[in-house]
């Protein structure tokens, strides 16, 4: 099958930056969309932001301007940079993607097993 593993996180102070990466590997035909969820204690988890194939893009309200989601498809990784952070971005941060395993299959929704971001001082 497919897994998606993140890598970045970590524990930054107010105003620092930060870059995710989530890389997916196994057997993988395309990967159409991707993206970035978060989910902080007791809270639901919220979508962060997406990226199309094609690089369309979709930010949350909250993280305009100061994140950026990219992906780099010959390796099928997405990243998301994240500047200007805040402490209500503490969370765990999830990847996500759409995956075709073969020209004829539909995609499978897959999530990573997250990475904690903790922005405190």
């Known amino acids: 099958q497919v897994q998606l593993v993140e890598s970045g996180g970590g524990l930054v102070q107010p105003g620092g930056s930060l870059r995710l990466s989530c890389a997916a590997s196994g057997i993988i035909f395309s990967i159409n969309d991707m993206g970035w969820y978060r989910q902080a204690p007791g809270k639901q988890r919220e979508l962060v932001a997406t990226i199309t194939n094609s690089g369309s893009t979709n930010y949350a309200d909250s993280v305009k301007g100061r994140f950026t989601i990219s992906r780099d498809n010959a390796k099928n990784t997405v990243y998301l940079q994240m500047n200007s952070l805040k402490p209500e971005d503490t969370a765990v941060y999830y990847c996500?993607?759409?995956?075709?395993?073969?020209?004829?299959?539909?995609?499978?929704?897959?999530w990573g097993q997250g990475t904690q971001v903790t922005v405190s001082s």
């Open positions: 996500n993607a759409d995956v075709k395993r073969s020209v004829w299959r539909t995609p499978i929704n897959y």
